[in-house]
C-alpha cells in the first residue's frame, strides 16, 4: 500500500472509505470503476486488465470477484436488517439507512428513575422491556426488509434449513418445493437404501455436525418447556414483606445508603427458609426411618450433625451452601469448594473443618456412622489431598498456617503408635530394628511402575511417596522451617516435626531423600541449641524433643553409617547439644514437662547411637552428669510416685547405662548404685506386695536387666525375686492385672488399630480400639510384634510363666482364654516360629509338661473355633501341617501335638485332611506307642462315624501310605475304625446308616480286591488294641 494512504478512522463516512478505494486502484494502474456500481464487478472489469495488472492484483490480493448480493453495512440498533432481499437493486443499496459510525464504543446504559419494583420484575427486566418492547424474544426472528414476518415458519418448521436466505422473493413456495421433492424421492426408497444413504451422510459429515444436527431441535424444545416452567414461576412468584429480613418501610424511614430503591426481591433471599411440603416430608421421612441414607454434613467443629434435629439456628453459619439450603452443615464436596476458594477466609475454614473432621474420625467418632471407614474415603480422594498440599504453598499467612494443621491431621494417623513406642521405648526398641522390616511403613504395591502413573493414580496408592516425590514437600517444610519461623507457634513447629517424622518411617528411600534435602536439618539445628541459657527462659530457642525424635529415627535406619556422617556433617554440634541435655534439671526450669520430654529423648538418641557402637565414649565422658541424675531416679518410688515422666526418665537413662556397659565392659562404675537401686525397690514391693505400674516396671526391669548383663550380683538378686514371685497375694494381684490387660481377652466393640487405616497409609496398629477409647492392650496383630524373633531364653521364661500359670492357677488362664483348645493352639505357635525352640532340650521338656496338663483338661478342637490370629482353628491346622512338612525331621514333639487334631472329639475336618491332603506326610509320623503322651483310647473311642474320613483311611492304607511298622498309631487309627464301620454293624445300625451303606459295601469290595494278604487280614480279622502284640493289633483266630 501506498504512504500516501492511511487506515480509516472511525470519524470517517462510507464516503471517504469509498474515495480511498478509489486512490488505491490508481495507484495500481486499475481501471476506475463507476461510484454507483463500486460493489458490483462484472466479468468484463476483469478482461480488461492487461496481464501486467493481473499480475500486480495478484501479488496485492485484490483479486476482483463477482458479489452476488447486496452489501449493507451492520446496524446495530435493529440487527434484524442483516439479511436482505437480493432483489433490491444496487442503488437502494446505498440508500438503506446506515449506523452513524462516528462513535467507536457503545454509549454507557442510563437507568430510567421512574421506574419502581414491580412483582416478578426486577429493574432491569423493566428496562429492558421498555428498550425492546414487552416481547423482545420475538423481535429477533422478524425480518424488516420485505415487512414479513418469518417467525411462525422458523419456529413450526422441523428442518435445518428454514428457506429464508434462498435469495429469492417467494422463499416460502421455493423452500416448500424442494421439501416435496425430498419427499418424494424418499418415499420412492426402500428402508435399506435410506439406512445406506443415511451412512453415507454419517461417513462425509464430522462429529460435530452430527451433534449439532441431532441436538438442534431436541434443545429447542428443552429450551421452550423451561422458559413456560420459568414464566409460570414467576408469575406465581410472590413475596410476603412479612418474610423479608428487613421491612420496606424500615428502609424509607432510615433512609439506607444505596438502598433508596427497594427491591423486594433481591432481599427475599437472606431472609429465613421457607418450610415447604417437601422439607417436611423429608423431616417426617429421617425420624421414622434410619435405613434411608443422606449427605453427611458437618459444622465447624468437625462433628457430624443430625438430620433429624431442626432447632438450629439459622445464624449459627451453617446454611451458606447452595444445595439441600434447608439443611445445616456442609459436606465434603463443599469443604473441597471451599478450599478452592479465592477467598482465604474460606480457605481457612475449610481447612479447620477438614482437620477436626479428620482428627475424629482418627480417633473414632465415626466407625458406626458409615458403611465404608470416613478415613478411607478421604484419604482415596486425591483431588482433596493435593488441594490441602496446594494450600501449603500459599502466600497468606492464615492460609499456610491451618494447613499445616490440616495436612498433619490427614497424613500422621500413627500418633497413637508413636505415643506407644515413646513409652514403651525400652521394652520393644529391639523390635523396630531395621533387620525386622517393620520400621518402615510403606504400602505394599508394585514400584516398577511409578514413573508412569498420575498424581492422583500414585496418591491413590501411596499418598506419603507422592506428596515427597511430586509435590516438594520437604523443601516446603525446609522454607517454613527457616525462612518463616518468627511467624510459626510452637503448634505449628511440632505439626511440621510430626510430619517428617511419618516421612522417615515410610521407608529407607524417603529418609535418604530427607538427609539429602537442602538445607533441611540446617533449619532443624536452630530447634537443638547448645546453650543451657535458653533453657530457662521463654524464648523460641528452647530445645525440642520432637526435633531430637526426627533424628532418632533418622538414625535407626540400616544404612546409619551414612546417615551419621551427614548429620555430623551438616549438625557438627549434634553430640555437644545431647551433652548439654544430660545435665537438665527440672526443678530449675519453668516448664519440668517439656524439659524432661527434651532429657528423655536425647537418652533415647544416646541408645540409638551406642547399640551401633557409636559415641559410647562420648556418653561415658559425661560419667559425674549421669553418677547424679542416677542418684536422683534412685530416690523415686516405685508404688507412690505420681509423675510418670519421672519414671520414664528413669528407666531411659538405666537402660541407657546398660547399653554403654553391653559395648565396653570396662565400665563398672555403675554397678552398686544400681544394685542398691535395685534391692530398694524390689523391697519396696515385697513389703507391700503391691504390683507397680507399667513405668514402674519398666524401671525394675531396666535395673534387673543391667545386673544380668554385668553379672552383677545375681544371686543376691534371685533371692529377692523368689521371695516377691512366690508370695501368694502377689501372685493373684499379678493375675488380675493380666486378666485386665491381656490381649486375649476380645472385648465385644473392640477392634484391631489398623481398621481405621486406609491402604495408601497405613499404620502399625499397635493397640486395639474400642468405640472412642484406646484399650491398653498390646495388638499382638501389629507387625511391630509380628515380626519379632525369640532367643530360646526368652521362650523359655515364657513358657516357664505359662506352666506356672495353668498348674497353680488354672482358674485364671480360663478367665483369660475361653477354651482349652484356644490354649493348645498358642502353645503350638512355638513350632511356628524356627525349628531350634523345638529342638531345645529345656523347651521340649516345658512343652511335654503343659501338653499333659492340657489333656487332663480335655482338647477339644472344632475347625470353626475361633483362633486370635489365625481367624480359625482350621486355617491354625493349615499352617501347623504346612510347617511339619517343611521343618519337623520326625520330632517327637512335634508329632505328639499334630496327633492331638486326631483325637475322635476333635473335628472328622481335621483327620479327613490329613489322610488326602498330607498323605505323603504320613510316613514321617513315626512314632511308638511308649513316646506318645495322648491315651490311646482318645484315637479310638467313639467309633468314627463320618463316612468321607473312612473313605480317606481306606485309600490311604490301599496306596500303602501307611504301613504297620513305620506308623503304628495311624495304622491302627484306620484298621480300628473301618473294621467296627464295616464288619460289626448290627440290622439296626445298618438301617439307620442306609444313605452309608452303598459306601461301606464299596469299601469292602476294595477290601476284597485288595492284594495285600495282612492288610486283608488285619481288616476282617482285628479284634482289639493290645499294647503287647504287634504293631498293637489282637487278631481272632
Known sequence: MSSSLKRPKTSETIEDILKQQQEFLKANKLQKTDENDTHLCDNEVIDDIDNDDKDAIADNHDIPTKIVTSIVERNVDNWQQFITSSSSSSSSSSDTTRTDVSIGFPKAQIRDRNLVPKSGKSLFAQQMAKRFGSNSKDNINVELTDNKTIVGHIKSTKSVVTGV?????????????????????????????????????????????????????????????????????????????????????????????HMDVIEPKKMSWIGNIKETNCMINDAKQVISSTEKTFNARFDFEGNLIDKSVSDIDVHSGLFHHQLDESSAGYTIQELYTLIQSTFSSQKVLGLQVLSKLLTKAYNGLYDECFDESLNKQLMQNSALVLVTRLCLDDNTGSVWRVAISALHAMLCNTQVDELFLDRGFTLFTQCLKHDNNVDNLKPSYDSTKIQELSDE??????????????????????????????????KAINDLLDILIRIARHSSELRHDMMNCPYLFESIQHLMPV??????????????????????????????????????????????????????????????????????????????????????????????IIIRQLQYCSTLDLISHQNNFDLQYASTLVFAIKTCVHQNREFKAFNELILMTAMKWLTLIKNTVIVPNFDANLCLLSVIEYLL????????????????????????????????????IKLNAQSCGRKRDSSNLPSYG?????????????????????????????????????SLVIKRHNNYYKQMISTTSVLFCFISSVFLTSEEMFFDETIQKLMFGILKILLSDGINCQIQDRVPYYETCGDFFVRFMDQFESTSYGNKLFINYLLVFCQ???????????????????????????????????????????????????????????????????????IHHLNHNLFRQ???????????????????????????????EHLLKYSHFDPNKPNGLAIHL
Request: with cysteine; net charge negative.
Open 709 to 744: 548383663i554385668s553379672k552383677y550380683e545375681i544371686q543376691l538378686l534371685q533371692t529377692i525375686i523368689l521371695q516377691i514371685l512366690e508370695s501368694k497375694t502377689f501372685q493373684n494381684k499379678l493375675l488380675n492385672l493380666l486378666i485386665d490387660n491381656s490381649n486375649l
Open 165 to 257: 436466505g434462498l435469495g429469492s422473493d417467494n422463499w416460502k413456495n421455493d423452500i416448500h418445493n424442494i421439501r416435496q421433492e425430498n419427499e418424494l424421492m424418499i418415499n420412492k426408497l426402500d428402508s435399506k437404501e435410506i439406512e445406506e444413504m443415511r451412512r453415507d451422510l454419517i461417513t462425509k459429515l464430522s462429529e460435530k455436525s452430527i451433534n449439532y444436527l441431532t441436538n438442534k431441535f431436541k434443545k429447542n424444545e428443552e429450551k421452550q418447556t423451561i422458559d413456560e416452567t420459568a414464566n409460570d414461576i414467576e408469575m406465581n412468584d410472590t413475596i410476603d414483606e412479612n418474610d423479608l429480613p428487613i421491612k420496606p418501610t424500615d428502609v424509607e424511614e432510615n433512609k439506607w445508603l
Open 531 to 624: 546453650t543451657v541459657m535458653s533453657l530457662t527462659n521463654t524464648t523460641d530457642d528452647k530445645p525440642n524433643a520432637k526435633a531430637i525424635k526426627l533424628i532418632r529415627v533418622l538414625t535407626s535406619d540400616d544404612n546409619h553409617t551414612v546417615i551419621v556422617n551427614t548429620l555430623v556433617n551438616t549438625f557438627p554440634q549434634l553430640i555437644e547439644s545431647l551433652k548439654v541435655y544430660l545435665t537438665l534439671n527440672p526443678d530449675n526450669c519453668l516448664n519440668s514437662r517439656e524439659i524432661l520430654e527434651v532429657s528423655i529423648e536425647s537418652l533415647r538418641l544416646w541408645i540409638t547411637l551406642m547399640s551401633q557402637n557409636l559415641c559410647v565414649n562420648d556418653f561415658w565422658q559425661m560419667f559425674p
Open 904 to 974: 475322635t472329639k476333635c473335628s472328622s475336618l481335621f483327620r479327613t485332611k490329613l489322610f488326602t491332603e498330607y498323605l505323603t506326610t504320613l510316613r514321617i509320623i513315626k512314632i511308638s506307642f511308649n513316646e506318645i503322651s495322648i491315651p490311646i483310647d482318645n484315637f479310638l473311642t467313639p467309633i468314627e462315624s463320618d463316612s468321607q474320613t473312612l473313605e480317606s483311611y481306606m485309600k490311604a492304607l490301599l496306596c500303602g501310605a501307611l504301613q504297620p511298622n513305620d506308623s503304628p498309631i495311624l495304622y491302627l487309627i484306620c
Open 457 to 490: 493414580e500414585l496418591l491413590k496408592l501411596d499418598i506419603i511417596y507422592c506428596l515427597v516425590k511430586r509435590t516438594s514437600l520437604l523443601q516446603r517444610i525446609r522454607y517454613l522451617l527457616e525462612i518463616m519461623k518468627t511467624q510459626l507457634d510452637l
Open 986 to 1016: 448290627t440290622i439296626t445300625d445298618k438301617i439307620m446308616k442306609k444313605p452309608e451303606n452303598m459306601i461301606f459295601d464299596r469299601l469292602i469290595r476294595s477290601i476284597h480286591n485288595s492284594k495285600n494278604v495282612l492288610l486283608k
Open 766 to 802: 499397635s493397640v486395639y480400639n474400642q468405640t472412642l477409647d484406646t484399650v491398653p492392650i498390646l495388638n499382638n496383630e501389629s507387625p511391630i510384634f509380628q515380626n519379632k524373633s525369640f532367643t530360646i531364653l526368652e521362650m523359655t521364661d515364657c513358657l516357664t510363666f505359662v
